[in-house]
């Protein structure tokens, strides 16, 4: 009969086998024999090849997303947008680009502004302080001239 099979989570074994552990700091942390690490690595490269190569080939799948993504943005999406949507989506493109030209990924100018506008804009949303708040009141300048009268 022998002992239970072990059963070990094959992303816990990648991720100790990219860190560069060896078989034996491998095993000794599953706490399993050097043999049944080498078994276990053997059964998985022959009954999951695909999975073996899922993280190289994920960048891949990224890629095929991202280029749906961008073929369903079509010019009558892009007329009809609202022109913080349409700001937020340049930034994000923009970033992307810069990014992979490697150079720093700082936004500047007009869409910087726009963006830095959104930001306090959705902050005050979250605070429940949006455009239609009542909670800030509106001051007359004749009112506070007439009580502080040394100031002007």
């Known amino acids: ?16 086998a990219s860190s560069g552990m060896t078989q034996k700091d491998i095993s000794s942390e599953l706490g399993i024999t050097i043999p049944t690490l080498e078994k276990i690595i053997s059964n998985i490269q022959a009954s999951h090849d ?8 994920q960048p891949l799948q990224l890629t095929a ?30 970033d992307k680009e810069l990014v992979m030209d ?25 605070v429940g302080m949006g455009n239609d708040c009542d909670c800030v009141e509106e001051a007359d300048f004749e009112e506070l001239t007439s009580e502080m009268p040394e100031l002007i």
């Open 65 to 94: 997303l991202q280029a749906r993504v961008l073929s369903a943005i079509t010019p009558e999406k892009i007329e009809g947008a609202e022109l913080r949507d349409l700001v937020l989506c340049y930034k994000i493109l923009k």
């Open 1 to 16: 009969m022998g002992r239970p099979r072990s059963e070990i989570d094959f992303e816990t074994l990648y991720d100790l």
């Open 50 to 57: 695909v999975i073996m190569r899922y993280r190289a080939l």
């Open 102 to 126: 490697g150079k720093p990924s700082d936004v500047k100018g007009l869409v910087s502004y726009l963006v830095h506008l959104e930001r306090q804009e959705t902050a005050l949303k979250q």
